[in-house]
Structures are given as C-alpha cells and as structure tokens.
C-alpha cells in the first residue's frame, strides 16, 4: 500500500461536461503520474509532475489538464468530457529510495456518454 | 526510443504446470524492467523488477524473471501456477531518467484451468 487514493472511484459524465479526478497521496513523493487503461493498449502516460506546479506531458495528453498545487494532490482534468474518454484512470507515484518503483492507486472508472 | 512488446494476448495453463509468459524488449540503453499483475477489477501490483543486477530476478508468489541482453527480452515464470494466478499480466519498462516514466506492454491475460 503506498498511501495512494483517488476520488471519485467511478463517475458517469455527459459529452461536453467537465470531469475533474483527484489523486491524494500521503508519503510527500515528489513524482506523481496519471495513466488511463484501455482493453489492448496496456497503461498510457497521459501527464505526469516532478513538484507543486511542475507538469509535463506524457504521450496521450490532448484533451487533459492536470494541477499540482500541494504535494499530496495532483488533479486531473478534462475540459469537455468526451465518449474516447471512457476509460480507467491510474494515478502513481514514484518511490525513490533504493532503485525506482512505481505504485498505483485503485483507479477511477469514467464513462463518458 | 523505449519499448516493450509483450508475444501473447492469451495465455492457458493448467493448474500445476508451468507458466511463461514472454517480453521483448527495445531499449537505447541499459533498461529498467518490471513486471506488474492486475487481477478482475483490481489495480496494478508490482510483481519483481530488473534494474541491472541479477539478471535472474525474483519477485513474490514464487514467480521470477530472466534478463537477457542478447535477445532482447524478459520472460515471467512460475514453476506450478495457482488458480489464484489468473490475471492480466503487463511488461513494463522505464525511461526518462530522473522522471521515472513507465511504457507498458499491452498484457498478456493469463487463464488458470482446473
């Protein structure tokens, strides 16, 4: 268990709405990840953060934004939900003592219709 | 540019027999590897790790990986699978320096028959 929660764990969302997911971590890890799972892609790297207000781009981040503004909470957020953001939601964070290890909170299931 | 190729979608095994499930590998440099497990409906636990040491590699429920250079690659093993195996299991490798960011295969779901 690596003190990672996530809120909501589902959510149902109209087209065009806004869908804000939070992340909460409790160990004060500087790296913070947010990856969406779908059937035959495996994880995804949507954006991921190195600080408070420090945020860069992972590989499917058109349509997302996310803020870190405490260390124990990085944020997610789609504009105008969309249904190809149907999807499962991972946030993770990187343990660093010893080699790196990553770790995944529970997840978040989104639909969108 | 990283990557990873994971050979099989489906895997079946009976109780008792040994399970291999197979990972290739891309890497400009020496990689990190990690082997994470999800069972139905669950989140993602981290199975065993190679990060250049060993390159025979151990990780929890008797299962292990070997690194190998030569070809590319970093199969998951377990001698006698468990019914309680049965899962989505994902080849992981890690890049970007100090980021720590993951690429994933896209999985290899393992079926345990009775």
């Known amino acids: 268990d690596a003190g990672i929660t996530q809120s909501p764990r589902h959510k149902v969302t109209e087209t065009g709405t806004p869908v804000t997911l939070r992340c909460h971590q409790t160990e004060n890890h500087r790296y913070m990840y947010w990856y969406r799972q779908d059937p035959g892609h495996g994880l995804r790297l949507i954006h991921y953060?190195?600080?408070?207000?420090?945020?860069d781009k992972g590989e499917v981040s058109d349509g997302y934004s996310v803020s870190r503004s405490k260390t124990e909470d990085f944020l997610l957020t789609l504009e105008s939900a969309t249904s190809s953001q149907t999807s499962v939601y991972f946030c993770?964070?990187?343990?660093?003592?010893?080699?790196?290890?990553?770790?995944f909170g529970p997840g978040t299931r989104l639909t969108v219709t | 540019a990283q990557s990873v190729t994971q050979l099989d979608s489906h895997v079946s095994v009976s109780e008792g027999t040994p399970v291999l499930l197979r990972c290739n590998y891309s890497s400009s440099y020496s990689p990190s590897l990690f082997w994470y497990v999800q069972h139905p409906n669950k989140g993602l636990q981290l199975l065993l790790k190679y990060t250049s040491a060993a390159t025979l590699v151990k990780g929890i429920n008797g299962f292990e990986a070997e690194f190998k250079k030569s070809e590319t690659s970093f199969h998951l093993t377990k001698p006698s699978a468990h019914m309680s195996d049965a899962a989505e299991y994902f080849c992981v490798v890690m890049y970007g320096g100090a980021t720590n960011k993951l690429i994933f295969g896209t999985g290899t779901l393992l079926a345990v028959q009775p």
């Open positions: 953060s190195y600080g408070v207000k420090d945020t």
């Open positions: 993770a964070i990187t343990r660093t003592s010893g080699s790196p290890e990553q770790y």
